[in-house]
């Protein structure tokens, strides 16, 4: 068994033991604790409040078994369409969790009362897990203000906010999730007022926002307006304003994509955030974003692919935020390549990285002063001036050079190319955005795929539900 030892330590200090271990147990073959032994319900369209709820005799709403549940106790609920709004408020307990499981293979569907009025689910208790529910057409489809919830295998759709997280919610995981056709944000922990507590703790894996209503907006697919201890696996964003907005301390994206996203595809305006193997394409204003908003914080970036945005790949507006940049590329920007809005580099580390603009005049720019072209990089300029990137590289051409299909949007690299074993060991992740293992053949690889390499067997990320993202973000021009 391949574990992915590097995400694992990374994990290890951000999250509490026991739900490290629980959040990386389906990888790790370790069983979740035994549940403990509860009644069995069942709800169908075609049953009735006052039967036993039973599967030959089941209840007509969800609203009427989560009145009746208690640690330990599943409710099946078949296919077929709930027009109703329910509250889970039920205390589970780690050895004996409530589950709201859709039966078998079919598809119940929660119809909200309108995507201007209310909350559609909310899930208020305690070690709660809500799977394979479709839900819509409310103002918040699904609300978590518990701790210890897990919502798996939905799909939550036409409403103005896909999921919501408050009152401090925590110790959260969000797995195989889609969230489209949002007005507002896909999802959203932010608080409302300085009295509420902030989430913390919480899981994405395999999950994807896309789809805002109006692009134009500032709609964002994952929105953290506070909080702290976020982690992201194999998660994507597509087609919104923002697709990670995170305001979150010691939140780490590991194999994340965003792409088609109207202003930033990664806003970073926390301490201690990290993206590993995370992908950008064909974001609109920038693909990373350093917020300016006061507060010094430092952004990692380690085998990154960032391709294809309008103005800037990666933005540096506040010059107390500290960028510790190594083993990405910064391709096909069509104006600056990396940006400096502030003339000072101080809070710059950085080294293995490949440089590319389309305006060959403007691949690194510090206060619209200093500029770099990938002439000047070659000649060693930029590493003298920043004291950083000696061992980095520029790319002139990234769609010949580096890039298997630039045009079909398939970022892998091309055999034997420049970003083949030039990267930097020391702090590399052990896989890449595929889950293949780093490293292969003479040694790390530049950017988000490691070329040749085979895939990790077991990975963190891989859950086996409906959501697809393997393919990343597909560029359309
Ligand atoms: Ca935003
Ligand atoms: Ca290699």
């Not at 209310?118 to 394979?132: E, M, N, P, W, Y």
């Not at 050079?401 to 091309?414: I, P, Q, T, V």
Request: charged share 25%; hydrophobic share 35%; glycine share 12%.
């Amino acid at each position: 068994m391949v574990v992915d030892l590097g995400l694992a330590r990374t994990l290890a200090r951000s999250i509490p033991s026991v739900c490290l271990i629980l959040a990386l147990a389906p990888f790790l073959g370790i069983a979740r604790p035994a549940q403990a032994a509860g009644n069995t319900y069942y709800v169908s369209p075609s049953g009735n409040d006052t039967h036993p709820g039973t599967l030959s005799q089941p209840w007509r709403t969800i609203g009427r078994a989560a009145r009746s549940v208690a640690a330990g106790d599943i409710v099946y609920v078949r296919g077929g369409v709930y027009r109703e709004s329910f509250e889970l408020d039920a205390q589970g307990v780690t050895e004996a969790r409530v589950e709201f499981l859709s039966y078998a293979d079919e598809k119940p569907l929660v119809e909200g009362p309108g995507m201007d009025s209310g909350t559609a689910v909310k899930l208020s208790g305690s070690h709660i897990r809500f799977a394979g529910f479709e839900v819509r057409n409310s103002e918040s489809g699904i609300e978590m203000t518990g701790d210890h919830l897990e919502v798996a295998d939905c799909y939550v759709h036409d409403v103005t906010y896909g999921i919501t997280g408050h009152g401090g919610c925590h110790d959260f995981t969000l797995t195989g999730v889609r969230l489209s056709r949002f007005f507002l944000y896909g999802f959203d922990a932010s608080r409302w007022g300085e009295a509420e507590p902030v989430c913390h703790h919480g899981t994405f894996l395999d999950c994807r926002a896309e789809q805002a209503l109006d692009t134009s907006q500032n709609v964002d697919g994952f929105a953290f307006g506070d909080g702290h201890d976020f982690v992201f696996h194999h998660c994507l964003a597509e087609d919104v304003y923002d697709g990670f907005d995170i305001k979150a301390d010691r939140t780490v994206l590991n194999r994340c994509s965003a792409s088609r996203c109207s202003n930033a595809g990664y806003k970073l305006w926390a301490d201690g955030i990290k993206l590993i193997n995370c992908l950008g394409m064909d974001n609109g204003n920038t693909h990373v974003e350093l917020d300016w908003d006061g507060k010094p914080g430092t952004s990692t970036l380690f085998n990154c692919t960032m391709c294809g945005s309008q103005t800037y790949s990666l933005w540096v507006e506040d010059d107390r935020d500290r960028l510790r940049l190594f083993n990405c590329i910064l391709a096909d920007s069509r104006n600056i390549g990396l940006c400096f809005e502030q003339r000072s580099v101080a809070g710059y580390t950085g080294d293995h990285n490949i440089f590319h603009s389309r305006n060959a005049d403007r691949a690194v720019v510090v206060g619209y002063e200093d500029e770099f072209s990938l002439a000047r990089i070659k000649a060693g300029d930029w590493a003298r001036f920043s004291g950083q990137d000696v061992h980095s590289l520029i790319s002139p051409d990234p769609s010949r050079e580096l890039f298997l299909d630039l045009e079909a949007g398939d970022l892998h690299l091309r055999p034997e190319c420049m970003a083949v074993d030039s990267g930097q060991a020391e702090g590399a992740p052990v896989v890449d955005y595929d889950c293949g293992q780093r490293p292969s053949g003479e040694g790390y690889d530049i950017g988000a795929y490691e070329y040749g390499s085979a895939l990790s067997p077991e990975c963190p990320g891989e859950t086996g539900f409906a959501v697809d993202n393997r393919k990343g973000g597909r560029r359309r021009r």
